[in-house]
């Protein structure tokens, strides 16, 4: 069974950085791709960045300049790196994990929130 274990999340002020990390284990042949999703309260779900196995990268507009997604796939970790940080980026981060043909494995989610 795949696991997939989001760490890093926290209080930050506006204009800070943070990283996030999402660790898969578990019975992983290939993993395909990765990302993050954040979620508000009240609010669906909704894609920050992407990364397949070949290192293709997807942001969403409101982050694009300021994420930086990056995997190791040898460990199977992947890392979320947050810059100039605005209060709008407050959520929870999800991270998801899948195959070619399993999944996606959710994370039980990293609260982020960026406050003065």
């Known amino acids: 069974q795949v696991q997939a274990v989001e760490s890093g999340g926290g209080l930050v002020q506006p204009g800070g950085s943070l990283r996030l990390s999402c660790a898969a284990s578990?019975?992983?042949?290939?993993?395909?791709?990765m990302g993050w999703y954040r979620q508000v309260p009240g609010k669906q779900r909704d894609l920050v960045a992407s990364i397949t196995s070949s290192g293709h990268t997807n942001y969403a507009d409101s982050v694009k300049g300021r994420f930086t997604v990056s995997r190791d796939n040898a460990k199977n970790v992947m890392y979320l790196q947050m810059s100039s940080l605005k209060p709008e980026d407050t959520g929870v981060y999800y991270c998801?994990?899948?195959?070619?043909?399993?999944?996606?494995?959710w994370g039980q989610g990293t609260q982020v929130t960026v406050s003065s």
């Open positions: 998801y994990v899948h195959g070619a043909d399993w999944g996606p494995v």
């Open positions: 578990g019975s992983i042949f290939s993993i395909y791709a």
